[in-house]
């Protein structure tokens, strides 16, 4: 007769729980705190390396894109966040008078960027340019001793925090009148018990006049619009792909229903 094994502690909580927490040694977890700057690092080169590649490519695009009447409205417009605080008709009016659309990275820290709208003459303001910088305003300075590697990193640099190294800057629009002065018109409202987030946004044009960026709209137009902003322009990007492909046909009846109206996810890769 086959002997029978005897439980070991804990077993039976293995069967109940087989996937569950396990404990973890110091130096395994040095090793895991090793690895994750490891990739953090080669994330930073490839994001350094992809800018410089793209800068000339963007160049050569934006003559093109200017000249196709109003390309930067649409391809906004098409983006699930961006409509979503822009959905005053007036908002879109003036919005109507942009040209060009233009993102300038800081010379020291390049995950920090200005956005810059060029707007034609237009009934709202006299500016004929709107901005929204992301000033590079580091949390803690850097060591007197520090110095950059041979790819050119720093432990200060290693340890950016969007949330913590950036301030948003505002600035003032010239407003014609009073009749289009939109910030005026629509202001941003807050919530209850002076939320962070503003129960009601307002004119998307408060986003130039308030520094703070509660819904990141400046990372959004970063990281998803401005680098495919053909995509976006042509409805092919965002909510807005057509996903009525003939291969998927017999499946749409147990397709998961998306909303629309949802904004994407936040984004802190720039």
Same mark, same amino acid.
């Given at each position: ?88 008709? !007036? $908002?879109? %009016?003036?919005? *109507?008078? =942009?040209?060009?659309? /233009?993102? #300038? ?44 590697? !041979? $790819?050119? %990193?720093?432990? *200060?640099? =290693?340890?950016?925090? /969007?949330? #913590? ?106």
């Amino acid at each position: 007769m086959a002997g029978t094994k005897r439980a070991s502690p804990g077993a039976e909580t293995e069967k109940d729980e087989p996937i569950s927490s396990v404990y973890l040694s110091e130096e395994d977890a040095e090793k895991l705190t090793e690895a994750r700057k490891d990739l953090q690092r080669t994330e930073i080169i490839l994001e350094r390396n992809a800018q410089l590649l793209l800068g000339p490519v963007y160049e050569r695009r934006r003559p093109i894109v200017k000249a196709i009447q109003k390309f930067w409205p649409i391809a906004l417009m098409n983006h699930g966040m961006f409509s979503l605080h822009a959905q005053h008709k !007036a $908002d879109q %009016l003036a919005l *109507s008078y =942009l040209e060009d659309l /233009w993102i #300038k990275r800081h010379p020291t820290e390049r995950r920090c960027f200005t956005i810059e709208f060029y707007f034609k003459e237009n009934p709202y303001f006299s500016n004929t340019m709107l901005q929204k910088e992301y000033d590079y305003a580091p949390s803690k300075p850097a060591a007197a001793d520090e110095k950059p590697d !041979a $790819d050119g %990193l720093t432990p *200060s640099i =290693l340890d950016f925090s /969007w949330e #913590k190294d950036v301030k948003p800057l505002s600035m003032k629009i010239d407003w014609k009148d009073s009749e289009h002065a939109l910030t005026k018109l629509y202001p941003r409202e807050k919530g209850e018990d002076d939320d962070d987030d503003p129960a009601e946004s307002g004119s998307f044009f408060n986003y130039f006049e308030h520094e703070d960026d509660p819904f990141d709209i400046g990372l959004s137009i970063c990281n998803e619009v401005y680098p495919d902003a053909i995509d976006y322009f042509l409805g092919e990007a965002g909510d807005n792909i057509d996903s009525d492909d003939e291969e998927d046909d017999e499946d749409d009846d147990e397709a998961e229903e998306i909303d629309l109206e949802k904004p994407k996810s936040k984004k802190r890769k720039v």
